[in-house]
């Protein structure tokens, strides 16, 4: 988490793994720490757009007793001519600071690509049928992403999306059609009901492909990418071209029902006039 925070701040910050709201709470310190060190806990939460407990819970959760006590201990970035000017941050600093962590992250996945089983992996999920996407709350967009796409190249996609009963059906029907893999989306923070999905895909005879930030992520293949959490909510840039590459692969893998389904496609979305002819005016 400390990328892009420097100084003091920054190593309190580092290595944790902050909520949307203490995320809140440190952007608003790291720009305005030199007013911060004298403002009360109210203070702090009215400014920062949180309520007061979240600001008692946010400076726990650097270790200390309560903000009394971490304000205590960032005064001297301020007053005993520790870096407060490195502190401080500019909300443009914060965004290029956000963009080059996901550099970063896509640079690690480039330099890791040899390491992950794509090929065979992609050879599997295209040989299935149907081929079950799970992805709930905020990895429901990757998973939707990721089965748009396999759906232009493979013949039955299911998306599931949703928790409770309906995706316990879901699960159930896939496997009695024929199902062998499940492609699991589960990025941070983790749902309780996606790990037991999965422990129930796999009591079922599922195999389980996840698409995560975690390399030690219980499933049978692990694809796993860092997110970036520089600003208030994650962004997922390295798992998408992640999730990508594995679409690719089953591309490869069926390359003669991978054409004739893209040129099936071109017709139907130009006899439908899906999308418009060229530019947008």
């Known amino acids: 988490m400390a990328d892009g925070y420097h100084g003091g701040l920054g190593v309190l910050l580092d290595g944790r793994r902050l909520s949307p709201v203490q995320r809140r709470i440190a952007h608003y310190l790291s720009e305005h720490l030199d007013e911060a060190i004298f ?13 007061q407990p979240s600001v008692t819970r946010f400076a726990m959760v650097l270790g200390f007793a309560g903000y009394p006590e971490l304000r205590q ?23 290029r600071g956000a963009i080059d962590c996901e550099i970063r992250n896509l640079a690690l996945v480039r330099e890791r690509l040899a390491a992950f089983p794509l090929k065979e992996l992609g050879e599997q999920l295209a040989a299935t049928e149907p081929l079950p ?9 990757l998973a939707t992403t990721f089965a748009y796409y396999a759906r232009r190249i493979h013949p039955d996609v299911r998306l599931l999306t949703h928790g409770g009963s309906e995706l316990a059906d879901g ?3 896939a496997r009695r059609a024929g199902a062998e893999w499940l492609v699991a989306v589960v990025l941070p923070r983790y749902p309780r009901e996606a790990v037991q999905a999965l422990e129930y895909a796999e009591k079922l005879g599922l195999r389980v492909a996840a698409i995560t930030d975690k390399p030690d992520f219980p499933a049978e293949v692990v694809l796993d990418a860092p997110v970036s959490d520089r600003l208030v909510f994650d962004s997922h840039a390295a798992p998408l071209a992640l999730a990508m590459a594995l679409v690719e692969a089953m591309a490869d893998a069926a390359p003669l029902r991978t054409q004739a389904r893209l040129e099936e496609y071109e017709r139907m979305t130009d006899e439908t006039g899906t999308f418009l002819p060229g530019d947008l005016p």
């Open 171 to 173: 699960l159930h029907a």
């Open 133 to 141: 996407v799970l992805g709930l709350r905020v990895s429901c967009g």
């Open 39 to 51: 403002q009360s806990s109210v203070e702090l939460a009215e400014r920062a757009g949180v309520s």
């Open 73 to 95: 201990a960032l005064r001297p970035l301020v007053l005993g001519g520790g870096d407060a000017g490195a502190v401080a941050q500019p909300q443009e600093s914060l965004l």
